[in-house]
């Protein structure tokens, strides 16, 4: 079980360490707000994929054939969430370019990653693929803590966007520099979604 739970932490870092547009937040609220924010980013994405992760090593192969069938407006769906996230961004950093960003609680950023996580199913399909690896056999206590494991490597991989972002905010202080990585951020974004749409349809 030792070596499984080894397993299921590296997958979790693995999945998460791709650059994507959650990966493109948590760095640009840690270039902006700081690792504190950015870490509950993070967090935010990193229960999503806890969930997920339950999801697949329980009943992933009843919810699969479904996903299947709907995985093309799945992606369309997401593509489309993603677009707007970033059209949204680009039109936010205009409008507040010269406004005083008002004070916000830490713990607000975890909320946005973690439902743009959780709006792409398809996370579940790649979960449930890692499922035969795994010695989850109808196990409830095993299928948990694998899913907490896989949890631990998507999140301490998370918390290094967002040490990265707040880096990268100490060395390029200023709010032109801000803004500048506001729009980079969500120019990233806007493209995930595109090249989504292009992919999908």
């Known amino acids: 079980m030792g070596g499984a739970i080894w397993k299921a932490l590296v997958f979790g870092a693995v999945v998460a ?13 840690g270039a902006r707000r700081g690792f504190a924010p950015a870490c509950f980013a993070g967090l935010g994405a990193a229960l999503a994929d806890l969930i997920y992760a339950l999801l697949a090593f329980t009943i992933g192969a009843l919810v699969l054939p479904f996903l299947a069938e709907q995985a093309t407006a799945i992606r369309v769906g ?4 993603l677009t707007g996230l970033g059209i949204s961004m680009l039109l936010s950093g205009a ?10 609680h830490v713990a607000s950023s975890m909320l946005p990653t973690f439902l743009l996580t959780l709006v792409n199913p398809m996370t579940l399909v790649l979960f449930a693929g890692f499922v035969p690896q795994l010695p989850v056999a109808g196990s409830f206590a095993a299928a948990i803590s694998l899913a907490l494991a896989l949890f631990a490597g998507s999140f301490l991989v998370q918390a290094g966007f967002a040490a990265a972002g707040a880096l990268v905010g ?19 974004v806007l493209a995930f979604g595109l090249a989504g749409l292009i992919d999908a349809i």
């Open 17 to 29: 360490g791709s650059i994507g547009p959650i990966a493109l937040l948590i760095l640009g609220t």
């Open 95 to 104: 409008r507040g370019a010269a406004a005083t960003p008002a004070p916000r």
């Open 78 to 81: 997401c593509a489309l969430l």
């Open 170 to 188: 100490t060395v390029l202080p200023g709010r032109g520099w801000q803004r500048a990585i506001n729009y980079a951020a969500a120019a990233g």
